[in-house]
């Protein structure tokens, strides 16, 4: 159990630091011309919706920004953990 639950941090881990650096580093090859590419990037998601039940309001809205650099990460990571070998 501890090892699985170790495993899975590890992931989250992984993950999150291709996704800071995917975006500081697609942000900053915007500004090199033979690298720009890396910064192209795509939005999409669900534009903000509003219920109001008179005594509660909810907002809903999902937007995901990515990059070219951050896709790349992201599937290095992935290739990272999978030959990742955890002891006890």
Same mark, same amino acid.
């Given at each position: 159990?501890?090892?699985?639950?170790?495993?899975?941090?590890?992931? =989250?881990?992984? $993950?999150? $630091?291709?996704?800071?650096?995917?975006? #500081?580093?697609? +942000?900053? @090859? $915007?500004?090199?011309?033979?690298?720009?590419?890396?910064?192209?990037? @795509?939005?999409? &998601?669900?534009?903000?919706?509003? #219920? +109001?039940?008179?005594?509660?309001?909810?907002?809903? &809205?999902?937007?995901?920004? =990515?990059?070219?650099?951050? @896709?790349?990460?992201?599937? #290095? &990571?992935?290739?990272?953990?999978?030959? =990742?070998? =955890?002891?006890?």
């Amino acid at each position: 159990m501890k090892k699985k639950l170790l495993r899975t941090m590890l992931l =989250i881990v992984i $993950l999150l $630091l291709a996704i800071v650096l995917g975006k #500081v580093g697609g +942000d900053s @090859a $915007l500004a090199i011309p033979w690298i720009s590419f890396l910064g192209a990037g @795509a939005s999409f &998601g669900l534009e903000p919706t509003v #219920v +109001d039940l008179y005594v509660l309001k909810f907002t809903f &809205g999902l937007t995901v920004n =990515i990059n070219v650099l951050q @896709a790349i990460l992201i599937l #290095v &990571g992935i290739l990272l953990y999978s030959h =990742i070998k =955890i002891r006890e």
